[in-house]
C-alpha cells in the first residue's frame, strides 16, 4: 500500500487574477524558472487534475496552471475545487495578480485588445468591465497564497517578486513565513500589495535639517537621527512585541506571505530606517524576513533566507 505522501502532487502553483495584470507575463516567468506551465487552464479540469498528474509524476513534478476564470460565474465552484487540491498537494501556491484600473485601461488601449469580459448590453465603459470583475473575482482573491500588484512594476521587478513569493516551493526547507518590510512615502500612494501598513510621521523629520536632506535612511546619520527621535524607541519596542506575538499566530493559520509597509512623507528617511531597524530586531527561526525601499534611487533588498 502506498503511503498517502508518496500519490501527493509536490508543487503546484495556481495563477489567477484581474484580466489585464500581467497573468500571462507571469506564466512565462514561471516557465522560465523550470516550472511545467499549462495556460488558460479551464477550471472545469481541476477535479481530474490530480489524476492525471499522478499517472506521469516526473513530468507534473513542478506545474504551474494560469487558470482561465474569465468564463467562471461562480467561483464557489473553484473554491471547492481549490480545496480539494489542497488536501492532495504537498504544496500549493495560489498567485492573485491584481492592477489598478487606471492600468488596465491604458494596457488594453496600447495593445488595442477587447477584453475578454466586456459585455456590451451591461457595460458603459471598461472601466464598468473591470469594476464587475473585481466583484466577481474577491472572493478567490480573499482565498490566495500572495497577492501581487502588477501597476508599477517592470518586467524585471515582477520576476523578482514571482522568485521571491514560490522561493519556498523552491526550497521546501525555507521558512514557514516570509516577511517582507517595505518602506514606501505617502506622497507617492500607498502599496497595494500590503497585508499592514503604519505610518511613521511621528517621528522627526530629517527632511528639515540641511546636511541630512539630500542622504537617506540607510546612512547612519540619518539612521542615528530617526532612531534617537523622540518616542522612537518605545514605538520599536512596542510595534516589535506586537510582531513577535502575532507572527506565531499567522504561521499556525497557514499564512506564507506577510507584506509590512512602513511609511513616510517621502520614502526617502524615516520609514527607510525604521524598516532596516525593524528587520534587524524580528528574531523567528520560522520566519524569512526580508526589507525592500519603494521610492529610493536605487532598490536595497536583503534577506536573510537566502
Avoid at 36 to 48: G, M, R, S
Avoid at 105 to 121: K, L, M, N, Q, V
Avoid at 176 to 191: A, D, R
Wanted: aromatic share 6%; with cysteine.
Amino acid at each position: 500500500m502506498k503511503n498517502p505522501s508518496e500519490t501527493q502532487i509536490q508543487s503546484l502553483v495556481l495563477l489567477l487574477g484581474i484580466s489585464g495584470a500581467g497573468k500571462s507575463t507571469a506564466s512565462k516567468i514561471i516557465a522560465d524558472m523550470g516550472y511545467y506551465t499549462i495556460e488558460n487552464f479551464p477550471v472545469d479540469l481541476l477535479d481530474q487534475l490530480t489524476e492525471l498528474m499522478q499517472q506521469a509524476p516526473q513530468r507534473f513534478a513542478r506545474t504551474s496552471l494560469l487558470l482561465d476564470t474569465d468564463n467562471q460565474s461562480e467561483p464557489e465552484e473553484l473554491l471547492n475545487s481549490i480545496n480539494k487540491l489542497e488536501k492532495e498537494t504537498k504544496n500549493l501556491r495560489i498567485v492573485f495578480f491584481d492592477c489598478s484600473t487606471e492600468a488596465i485601461i491604458r494596457r488594453y488601449s496600447e495593445t488595442r485588445r477587447p477584453h475578454p469580459g466586456f459585455d456590451s448590453a451591461t457595460d458603459r465603459s471598461l472601466e464598468d468591465t473591470v469594476a464587475r470583475e473585481r466583484s466577481r473575482l474577491q472572493l478567490l482573491k480573499d482565498k490566495t497564497h500572495s497577492v501581487i500588484d502588477t501597476s508599477n512594476l517592470t518586467i524585471h521587478q515582477l520576476k523578482r517578486e514571482l522568485h521571491r513569493t514560490l522561493e519556498d516551493i523552491a526550497n521546501p526547507t525555507s521558512s514557514l513565513l516570509h516577511l517582507n518590510f517595505l518602506s514606501f512615502g505617502f506622497k507617492h500612494g500607498i502599496p497595494r500589495d500590503c497585508d499592514l501598513v503604519i505610518d511613521v510621521r511621528f517621528l522627526q523629520n530629517p527632511h528639515f535639517i540641511e546636511k541630512l536632506q539630500p542622504l537617506t535612511g540607510l546612512d547612519p546619520h540619518v539612521s542615528k537621527f530617526v532612531l534617537e527621535s523622540e518616542h522612537c524607541e518605545q514605538f520599536l519596542h512596542r510595534y516589535t512585541e506586537l510582531l513577535n506575538f502575532l507572527l506565531p499566530l499567522y504561521i499556525k493559520e497557514g499564512k506564507s506571505y506577510l507584506n509590512i509597509g512602513i511609511g513616510c512623507t517621502g520614502g526617502q528617511h524615516r520609514s527607510v530606517a525604521i524598516s532596516e531597524e525593524l528587520f534587524r530586531r524580528i528574531k523567528n527561526e520560522d520566519v524569512n524576513i526580508s526589507v525592500k525601499h519603494r521610492d529610493l534611487p536605487t532598490e536595497r533588498i536583503i534577506n536573510i533566507g537566502s
